[in-house]
Nanobody, 118 residues
């Protein structure tokens, strides 16, 4: 079992930056795939970025490629999502998730709101 707590959301102007953090706890973190999802009202949750807890592979959805960076810090058991050049369409609740693979995210944080004003 993995517990996830997000932080770092807020209000930012278009073109600005935010860094989301996800503090993770659990005995088997090293075997997990970590992901950041986002969701807006009336839409399905979307996988934004993913990376294994240990490893170099990263995935980004097309709309954030080149603007967002996912990373892990195993020393402090934290996953980050650095978001640059933010756009109003990035406005959403962002969720941290952990799972056995990119097709099977099983553990979720409570979510953090990101609002980008134009």
């Amino acid at each position: 079992q993995v517990q996830l707590v997000e932080s770092g959301g807020g209000l930012v102007q278009a073109g600005g930056s935010l860094r989301l953090s996800c503090a993770a706890s659990g005995r088997t973190l090293r075997t997990y795939m970590m992901g950041w999802f986002r969701q807006t009202p009336g839409k399905e949750r979307e996988l934004v970025a993913a990376t294994p807890w240990i490893g170099d592979y990263t995935y980004y959805t097309d709309s954030v490629q080149g603007r967002f960076t996912i990373s892990t810090n195993t020393a402090v058991n934290t996953v980050y999502l650095q978001m640059n050049s933010l756009k109003p369409e990035d406005t959403a609740v962002y969720y941290c998730a952990a799972g056995s693979s990119m097709a099977n995210f099983q553990q979720w944080g409570q979510g953090t709101q990101v609002t980008v004003s134009s």
